[in-house]
């Protein structure tokens, strides 16, 4: 799985409207700021997550996103997947079939890489952003400033 700018992009803004859930909207420009990005190709991001069903938005002068659900019911592999597309590291995981490869029945390595979406899935769809949410807050608590890359 490779995360690119996009999706490392909407990774920071989500974490940043969980962050900020119930305390109003967020505009553009504060997203950017805080999340190291560039406005313009920030808002193709968010209009992407608003048609995606992941954000919310508010018109006007003090207009904003907001997270379209609470920060518990969205997990960080849902935005990945929706952005990024599948995870999968091979295109013949979890596949009972495939004929594009003609080893797929003897194939040594189809177990290995089905054990590597296994394991990312596992990760990904159980971390939610509230998850996320309360390890910044542990951190705060240790005197630790919360960062996020890739």
């Known amino acids: 799985m490779k995360i690119t700018y996009k999706g490392d992009y909407a990774l920071k803004a989500m ?3 969980a962050v900020n859930y119930n305390k109003g ?3 553009i420009s504060e997203l950017a ?18 048609k995606g069903g992941l954000v919310e938005s508010k018109r006007g002068i003090s207009g904003g ?17 929706f952005i990024e597309g599948s995870i999968q590291p091979i295109a ?18 189809r ?3 089905d054990q ?4 990312t899935s596992l990760v990904i769809d159980t971390v939610t952003f ?18 996020y890359s890739i």
């Open 33 to 50: 700021k805080r999340g190291d990005t560039p406005d313009k190709f920030l808002e193709q991001v968010l209009l992407s997550l608003k």
């Open 116 to 119: 590597v979406y296994s394991a």
């Open 65 to 81: 996103y907001f997270l379209a659900r609470p920060p518990e019911k969205i997990t960080v592999g849902e935005v990945i997947r």
């Open 111 to 113: 177990d290995l890489w």
């Open 130 to 147: 509230a998850e996320l949410v309360r390890r910044i807050n542990t951190n705060k608590k240790k005197d630790q400033s919360y960062s």
């Open 25 to 27: 909207v967020l505009s």
């Open 92 to 109: 013949c995981c979890g596949m009972e079939k495939y004929e594009e490869c003609k080893d797929f029945k003897h194939c040594v390595f």
């Open 15 to 17: 974490l940043e409207l």
